[in-house]
């Protein structure tokens, strides 16, 4: 264990996140989500909600500044509602990234082709329907 690394986030998961560069991008998919068809880089936290594993991973991570859209969500099929979860990440990323960065609302087959092409897929136990998100890293600065 090291001081100030929230215990949710694994040492595979530490590592995966500190490989990645300025612009790479994490997926953090629901437990119905298709991660291991669709990861380069697959790690599994089991067990754990995207909630959770996205307030942990935001202590450390920042978002990217230089792009509109740091932040993706699989948008929900037409006539749906938006999901309660949604709230949660608003919160979440406000409380972490100060003021809350746009999010892009992708289609569920483009938001699988963008996934395909993250750094990682983070598989989750999360229940909650399109509770999917893609996260943009952006450059750590002291």
């Known amino acids: 264990m090291l001081l100030r690394i929230p215990p949710i986030i694994?040492?595979?998961?530490?590592?995966t996140l500190m490989e990645m560069g300025?612009?790479?991008?994490?997926?953090?998919?629901?437990?119905?989500?298709?991660?291991?068809?669709?990861?380069?880089?697959?790690?599994?936290?089991?067990?754990h909600n995207v909630p959770e594993l996205l307030d942990a991973i935001l202590k450390l991570f920042p978002l990217d500044?230089?792009?509109?859209?740091?932040?993706?969500?699989?948008?929900?099929?037409?006539?749906e509602a938006r999901p309660e979860i949604w709230g949660q990440y608003e919160?979440?990323?406000?409380e972490n990234s100060g003021?809350?960065?746009?999010?892009?609302?992708?289609?569920?087959?483009?938001?699988?082709?963008?996934?395909?092409?993250?750094?990682?897929i983070v598989a989750t136990g999360e229940m909650a329907?399109?509770?999917n998100i893609i996260l943009k890293k952006g450059v750590v600065t002291l």
């Open 129 to 131: 329907i399109y509770a």
């Open 91 to 94: 919160e979440i990323i406000a």
């Open 65 to 79: 500044t230089y792009v509109e859209h740091p932040v993706m969500l699989m948008d929900t099929a037409a006539g």
């Open 10 to 15: 694994s040492p595979e998961l530490i590592k």
């Open 22 to 47: 300025h612009g790479d991008e994490i997926v953090l998919g629901d437990g119905n989500f298709p991660a291991a068809s669709l990861a380069k880089r697959l790690v599994r936290c089991d067990g």
């Open 99 to 120: 003021p809350a960065p746009q999010i892009q609302y992708l289609e569920r087959f483009e938001f699988y082709e963008r996934a395909k092409q993250a750094y990682a």
